[in-house]
């Protein structure tokens, strides 16, 4: 079960990371107009231990944390695997709503 899990999370990340690859290069171009002059792009309360002003760093983070849930032993399996989820959620719908900005 746990393999079927993190195929489809590693599909997932595969997405953000292209999608994560656009919304930077948006991003430098906003810098290079004088906009976009954010320190990070998500909240301290983010759950992410990541502080960026970008958002390639981030999915850094959620690569790394799937290696840690493909280790994980049964009994953290699901704890770790809903901070994921959640995570991963925040930052693909951040994603979304940037890249929908004029």
Request: charged share 30%; aromatic share 8%; glycine share 2%.
């Given at each position: 079960?746990?393999?079927?899990?993190?195929?489809?999370?590693?599909?997932?990340?595969?997405?953000?990371?292209?999608?994560?690859?656009?919304?930077?290069?948006?991003?430098?171009?906003?810098?290079?107009?004088?906009?976009?002059?954010?320190?990070?792009?998500?909240?301290?309360?983010s759950?992410?231990?990541?502080?960026?002003?970008?958002?390639?760093?981030?999915?850094?983070?959620?690569?790394?944390?799937?290696e840690?849930?493909?280790?994980?032993?049964?009994?953290?399996?699901?704890?770790?695997?809903?901070?994921?989820?959640?995570?991963?959620?925040?930052?693909?719908?951040?994603?979304?709503?940037?890249?929908?900005?004029?």
């Open positions: 079960m746990h393999d079927s899990v993190t195929a489809k999370l590693h599909d997932t990340l595969k997405e953000l990371y292209h999608q994560a690859i656009d919304a930077d290069k948006k991003l430098t171009e906003l810098r290079g107009r004088g906009q976009a002059k954010f320190s990070a792009v998500l909240r301290e309360d759950q992410f231990i990541t502080h960026a002003d970008h958002f390639m760093p981030y999915v850094a983070e959620l690569a790394e944390e799937l840690l849930l493909d280790m994980a032993a049964d009994e953290e399996y699901q704890d770790l695997l809903a901070r994921m989820v959640h995570k991963i959620r925040l930052l693909a719908e951040t994603m979304n709503q940037f890249m929908r900005l004029p």
